[in-house]
């Protein structure tokens, strides 16, 4: 797990510098980091919560993606009203 973690991180900051030019990544990072949470969500219902930290590290898996794509709807909007082709 470590490994999608680490490699998530880098990603994620270059789609952030470069997020005009990356329309279905965001929605797919959104997606997975979404996915992320709930799997964390099921495994604490079978298993049982481990600590406090982990319910820390869920809220943000659960609430980013949604801000993730509320900001590329409305960036879509805005380079659609402008009519920028990037």
Request: hydrophobic share 55%.
């Amino acid at each position: 797990m470590a490994g999608i973690y680490f490699s998530m991180g880098p990603l994620a900051i270059w789609t952030a510098i470069t997020i005009r030019k990356h329309n279905e990544l965001i929605f797919f990072l959104a997606f997975s980091v979404f996915l992320a949470g709930i799997g964390r969500l099921i495994s604490m219902s079978i298993v049982g919560i481990p600590g406090d930290i982990f319910l820390i590290y869920l809220i943000p898996e659960l609430s980013i993606p949604f801000i993730m794509i509320i900001s590329q709807i409305s960036l879509n909007k805005k380079l659609k009203d402008t009519g920028s082709t990037h």
